[in-house]
């Protein structure tokens, strides 16, 4: 083994010469996924500018005086691969194209895994590496120590030193109009738009603006050309927390209420949790029991069905966020993926294996009265199929008056984040938890956290059951699919053994 570790191999001597100069590109000539599942651009320069060695591209993420050029490479490759998946005698018609576009990608992206834990030696794992630069030295070398100017010693770790690469922007350089593609350009002599060129890269840098920390959410569509998902034009990402609808009270009053634990750091004993102990939560002998396992995944040897509510420890308690009954409310560290599914419109998927018991994230949007939700179902504008209700202990205050007052449900079509992408399955990888951190129990205010109920492997995508009650039921009565659509339900495309046939969205 080298004295180093994962230290780029020393790039061949690059002249720029005049820094100040605009560089002329020649175009996009290879591309390369990084382990985050990001693409990078291999540019290819022109005008002259090479290495010593004779080399002229560079390895360049995508920004916005690239995309042009981007795009012009992706619809290139798009149209190769399914040309290629078209020709392969390997592949069933109407099966092909996706999939092995799929395929390639995939298999791309788990070599940038394997990559992406090799480069992991310390840090905040969620923060993207820069494999041209900023990796860390594990041990001094005699090379470096010499590079002038380095400040680098043979006592201990330093930044590697990097040779900041001169000014560049971008200049296309002029070329004859291709030729016209469609019977329309033909005709009219003029080129059509690229159709939804521009909205991937603008959309995913706006919903990074409220991450909050959370892990990169992408959209990928290797079916069309669509690039992003209908939303609304003026659509609110809100990665970990509710907007309240007039009338929906505010949290932030309850505060005060909340109980809270003086654990020191981390709690470690359920029975001396105050933040636990409301929850019920038990093992079979009586002993309180965290929702969560000390690698803070969740315990399905808990009772689940309508009275099973996860109570994490909140801004009031003394133990800090390595404590493992703070899960839900911590920053999603699983990065996400959206993608166009063959046959029930956008879906999401996560881009590296989730564990079993993970919880992936909470469901968000706009939080409103059940009466107000009611009201939009009967809109039929596509809304109903975003609203999701918090219906925890339902029926347990029937003496409470105010109690139909306090039915929430979730409105995730104008505000939410990616999980009002995930589909339903009959057999999902999913199910879904209510959990409390920020507001009583009694608020009936929780947020869903998504929990993965099996160990799913990266780009598997993430399902939940839309309706558990209709599973148990079909359970009960081994059912088949019923022959004629149930009120209100759609054809379920799951395409699961056990599909129930239909689905109430
Ligand atoms: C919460 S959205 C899920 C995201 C949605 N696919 C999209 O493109 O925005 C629910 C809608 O997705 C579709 N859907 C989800 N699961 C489905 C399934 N198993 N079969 C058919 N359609 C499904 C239905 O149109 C449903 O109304």
Known sequence: MSEHEYLPSPSPEEDWGDTDREWVVDGVVGESIDAFGQKRYEVKWGEGWKRNDGTNTTWEHPREDLEELIDKWERKQTAKRMEKAKASPAIAINVEDWHMLHENRTIERARGYEELKKLYIRGDPRQPIDFDGQLKRLKPSS?????????????????RPIKPLPKRSFRRLPSSSPAPDSEEEKKTGRRAPPRETKRRRPLEKKWAESLNGAAPVTFVNDISYEEVPPLVPDFQYLERRYVRADGVSSAEHRREFLLSCECERRCLDADDCECQKPSGLQTDD??????????????FKLPLGMGLEVIECNENCTCDERCHNRVAQLPRDVPIEIFLTQSHGWGARATFPVPRGK??????????????????????????????DLDVHEGDDDDDEDQSARRYSVDGYAHGNWTRFVNHSCEPNMRV???????????????????????????????????????????????KRPRTRPEGARECMCNTESCRGWIRV
């Open 286 to 299: 009586g002993h309180g029991i965290f929702a969560y396992n000390k690698k803070k995944l969740f315990n």
């Open 433 to 479: 938890v209510p959990v409390v951190w920020d507001t009583i129990p009694e608020l009936k205010q929780p947020f869903l956290a998504f929990v993965a109920t099996e160990d799913i492997p990266p780009r598997t995508e993430l399902t939940i059951d839309y309706d558990p009650n209709a599973a148990l039921e079909a359970q009960k009565n081994h059912s």
């Open 143 to 159: 090379r470096e120590s010499k590079t002038p100017g380095s400040g680098a010693s043979s006592s201990g770790p330093s930044q």
């Open 359 to 388: 919880v992936i994230g909470v469901y968000t949007g706009e939080l409103i009265t059940r009466e107000v939700a009611e009201q939009r179902h009967a809109l039929g504008d596509g809304r109903k199929s975003y609203i999701f």
